[in-house]
C-alpha cells in the first residue's frame, strides 16, 4: 500500500476526498456540533494512513495536488474582499480597532498562560504565532528561537477549532454583526476559521479574509515586542 | 477555456507573489503578498473581476480540503509535542476563544460607537443571519 501511494498521483487526493465526503455524509446525518467534516476528514485520514501502514510522507507527496492549491486559494481570497470593498471602506476604523484588539488579546493571553504555567521562552515564542497563517506564524516562530514544528501543530489545531466552534462562539458571545464575525474569525483562527466563515455569509467570509492579512502582518511586529518581555 | 485564462490570471498573481516574496527580506508568504497584490489590481481596475470570479470562488470553495494534508501531518510531530501538551491543551483553546470573543466584541463596540449611519452598511445583525 505505501509504495502504491508512493507511485500514485491521485490515491493521496482521493483518500482526502472521499474522507471530506464522508465528513459532510456524517455531519448531515447527526448534525452535532463537534462533527465538523475537517476534522473528520484528518481523522478519517490519520485512521487510514495507520490502518493500512502507509508513510505520512507517502500520502502527503500523493496529496500535493491538492496542497498545491493552497497558495492560490489564498490568493483569492482577494476576490470576496473586492467584492466587499464598500463594506470595508464604510467601517475601516472599527475593522482596523477590532483586529488589533485580536493581536492584541492573543499575543497578551498567551503570554499570561506561559507565565502561569511556567514555559521556557523557546515554548513562549513557540505559541506567540499561533492564531494567525501557517506560513507567517512558522517564519515569526523560527525567527524568534522557537520550534517551528510545534507552531505549525499549534496553529493547525487553532484553525480547526475555529473552524469547528466559529459559529457557535459568534453566537454565544452574542457577536452582534457579519463584519465583527468575520473580523472574530479571522483573527482568532486564519484561513482554515475563514473557510467556515465563507459558508456563513458573504460578509463575514471578506472580512475573515482581511483579517487573516493585517492581523498576520500586525503580530509580526507584536510578536518581535512580545518576546521581549518573558 | 474561460476558467483556464481564470486560474491562469490566479497562477500569474501567485507568481509575483512568489517573486516579492523571493526579492522582500521579511517573513511574510507568497499568498500574502499575491493577495495584496490581487486585491490592488482589482481596485485599480487592472484586473476586471469577470477576469478571475469563477475560477477564484471555486478555489475558495474547495479551501477546506487544502488543510487536510497538512492537518494529518499532526501525527508527525507528535513526538515533538507531547513533552508540552498540558500547557497546549489549556492554551490553545482558551486563546482561540478568547481572541474571538476581543476581536468580535472591539468591531461590534466600534460599529455601535458609529451610530445608525454604519448600521445600514454594517452587514446583517443577529437573527438575520444564516439560513
Given at each position: 500500500m505505501n509504495e502504491f501511494f508512493l507511485n500514485s498521483a491521485a490515491a493521496g487526493v482521493v483518500l482526502s476526498l472521499v474522507s471530506y465526503f464522508a465528513g459532510m455524509e456524517i455531519k448531515r446525518r447527526?448534525?452535532?456540533?463537534?462533527?465538523?467534516p475537517l476534522l473528520i476528514s484528518i481523522v478519517l485520514v490519520v485512521g487510514f494512513l495507520v490502518l493500512f501502514d502507509v508513510d505520512y510522507d507517502a500520502y502527503n507527496e500523493s496529496a500535493r495536488y491538492l496542497s498545491y492549491l493552497l497558495t492560490p486559494a489564498t490568493v483569492s481570497l482577494a476576490i470576496p474582499l473586492y467584492q466587499q470593498m464598500e463594506l470595508l471602506k464604510k467601517n475601516m476604523a472599527a475593522i482596523c480597532i477590532g483586529i488589533l484588539a485580536g493581536v492584541l488579546a492573543s499575543l497578551g493571553s498567551i503570554l499570561a498562560l506561559s507565565v502561569v504555567f511556567g514555559l521556557s521562552h523557546e515554548e513562549y515564542v513557540t505559541l506567540?504565532?499561533?492564531?494567525?497563517?501557517t506560513a507567517i506564524g512558522m517564519g515569526v516562530s523560527e525567527e524568534l528561537g522557537g520550534y517551528a514544528v510545534i507552531t505549525t501543530a499549534a496553529i493547525i489545531v487553532t484553525g480547526v477549532m475555529g473552524n469547528m466552534t466559529a459559529e457557535h462562539l459568534c453566537r454565544v458571545f452574542r457577536i452582534k454583526y457579519a463584519i465583527s464575525r468575520g473580523i472574530a474569525i479571522g483573527s482568532a483562527s486564519h484561513a482554515i476559521g475563514t473557510a467556515r466563515a465563507m459558508e456563513m455569509g458573504e460578509a463575514e467570509g471578506a472580512m475573515s479574509s482581511l483579517a487573516i492579512v493585517v492581523s498576520g502582518l500586525c503580530t509580526v511586529a507584536g510578536a518581535a515586542v512580545f518576546a521581549g518581555v518573558y | 477555456m474561460k476558467y483556464v485564462k481564470q486560474f491562469g490570471i490566479i497562477l500569474g498573481v501567485t507568481c509575483a507573489g512568489e517573486a516579492c516574496k523571493h526579492l522582500i527580506?521579511?517573513?511574510?508568504p507568497a499568498s500574502i503578498y499575491g493577495l495584496v497584490l490581487l486585491f490592488s489590481l482589482l481596485a485599480l481596475k487592472i484586473i476586471r473581476l469577470e477576469q478571475v470570479k469563477e475560477a477564484g470562488v471555486f478555489l475558495i470553495e474547495i479551501m477546506?480540503?487544502?488543510?487536510i494534508p497538512a492537518a494529518a501531518g499532526l501525527v508527525t510531530s507528535w513526538g515533538q509535542i507531547k513533552g508540552i501538551l498540558l500547557p497546549l491543551c489549556v492554551i490553545v483553546p482558551f486563546t482561540t476563544c478568547f481572541v474571538m470573543f476581543a476581536a468580535g466584541k472591539a468591531t461590534d463596540c466600534m460599529l455601535d460607537r458609529a451610530g445608525d449611519s454604519a448600521d445600514s452598511v454594517a452587514g446583517r445583525k443577529d437573527g438575520e443571519q444564516h439560513e
Open positions: 447527526w448534525k452535532w456540533a463537534v462533527l465538523n506567540l504565532p499561533k492564531s494567525i497563517t | 527580506p521579511l517573513p511574510v477546506p480540503l487544502m488543510f
